[in-house]
């Protein structure tokens, strides 16, 4: 279901995956500082996630500025929030490479001003922890004053994050974290001897069985 999102004096363009059978919880999905919503990455994991129940909604947001994003973001978390035609109990921000820093962003604002309930947790595909062969400078702020839970999902190889410097940043966050290394992969999670589809896959599943033990403690 496509649908535009207001923001400001434009729109953003979004896309709605819906489940087939009642939900609760959802997703909303963005893509990194390339690209748009129609990242392969991002449509697999979207289809997935619905075609296990959970609601999908991506959107597109254009702009290198992190601070641009992360007010998209939080407009479309409110947008989802206030929405009649979905009623979810809960929702996970989600994103790709600068999209997950935005996602970041968002949720340590709502989490400051103490409007955090709907959201449950942060996937973060990718997320650049620093720029290539700048490791010095770390963008680990936001996420050391996160509370809610935390997946990580990272190439070993990927240039933008250091495994071990991630594995410092974590080991310091006071959320629950999980990180899942994808052996191998660079920031794009491209593997050399693996097909797109399989290292997908593994994203998707892995993905997937974080969301439902989250939301399994939750319902508990």
Known sequence: VKVKIPFGNK?????????AKTLT??????????????????VSLAAYLASHGILCLRFTCKGLNIAYRARAYKTVVEYLKLSDNYKLSGVFLAGRSMGS???????????????DD???GLVCLSYPLHRPKLQSKLRDEDLLLIRCPVLFVSGSADEMCEKQLLEDVVSKMKAPKKIHWIEKANHGMAVKGRTTHDVMEEINTQVFSWLT???????K
């Open 11 to 19: 729109y953003l363009d979004a896309v709605f995956s819906v489940p």
């Open 25 to 42: 919880h959802g997703v909303i999905l963005t893509h990194g500082a390339g690209g748009d919503m129609n990242f392969p990455q991002l």
């Open 101 to 115: 820093r935005a996602a970041a962003s968002v949720i340590r604002q709502l989490s400051q001003d103490g409007d």
């Open 118 to 120: 709907f959201i449950q």
């Open 213 to 219: 033990e989250n939301i399994e403690l939750e319902q």
